[in-house]
């Protein structure tokens, strides 16, 4: 039996074969050429992290409303009608 050398797989998912910041697309950033195309990651805070997520909780808490109270506009109509 002969040992076969293993090699790592290293999925790559930074090499692009093609410039994909093409003026029309939405993800279009005419900035992107300087840097060498890297943007530099903003640092935030712990408070303002924080109030970012207040602030997606608030603005999904209408829609998850709506959703609990026709779910029990539902389970009501159901009970009517089977009761």
Do not use: C, H
């Amino acid at each position: 039996m002969t040992k076969r050398n293993k090699k790592e797989d290293d999925l790559d998912t930074e090499t692009t074969f093609a410039d994909m910041n093409v003026e029309g697309f939405r993800w279009y950033d005419p900035n992107a050429k300087k840097n060498g195309g890297r943007k530099d990651k903003q640092k935030i805070s712990r408070k303002e992290y924080w109030m970012m997520v207040r602030a997606a909780f608030a603005a999904y808490l209408p829609m998850f409303l709506i959703l609990i109270a026709a779910f029990g506009l539902m389970v009501a109509i159901a009970w009517l009608w089977v009761g």
